[in-house]
């Protein structure tokens, strides 16, 4: 059921307290299957990327570039220095790495 719904680093975990009825293997199994099934339905899916920290230096010159990295959910700015070196911090969302970085190479900025 959670492979038909497309999801992973999941549990569903159900829980029954015996009543008195035997449903036997196949009732029992079939119980935790639907159980499992109907709560994935009602269950709201929240997306959860993990991010890596990737600080970038660009002169002045270069810093539209910079802002051009920004593609969030996958890279988001989330600090920025300037000074004699301009410093930008990103979090870049660890299956989008090193496409990224390919990125920063390509406009020839450097990572800190």
């Known amino acids: 059921m959670i492979e038909g719904a497309d999801l ?4 569903v975990v159900v829980v029954r307290w015996f009543g008195g009825v035997k449903l036997g293997t196949g ?7 639907e159980t499992g099934t109907e709560t994935l339905k ?7 990327y993990l991010y890596d920290r990737v ?3 660009a002169p002045f010159d270069r810093i539209s570039d910079v802002y ?4 969030p959910p996958d890279v988001v700015l989330v600090k920025e220095n ?6 930008f911090a990103f ?5 989008k790495r090193d496409e990224f970085v390919k ?3 390509a406009r020839r900025l450097t990572l800190r």
Not at 82 to 87: L, S
């Open 68 to 71: 051009r990295l920004v593609s």
């Open 8 to 11: 992973f680093d999941v549990a």
């Open 103 to 105: 990125s920063l190479a």
């Open 55 to 57: 600080t970038v230096n």
């Open 27 to 33: 009732g029992l199994s079939r119980a935790y299957r």
């Open 82 to 87: 300037f000074g004699d070196t301009n410093e």
């Open 42 to 48: 009602r269950a709201e899916i929240i997306d959860h």
């Open 91 to 95: 979090d870049v969302r660890q299956s």
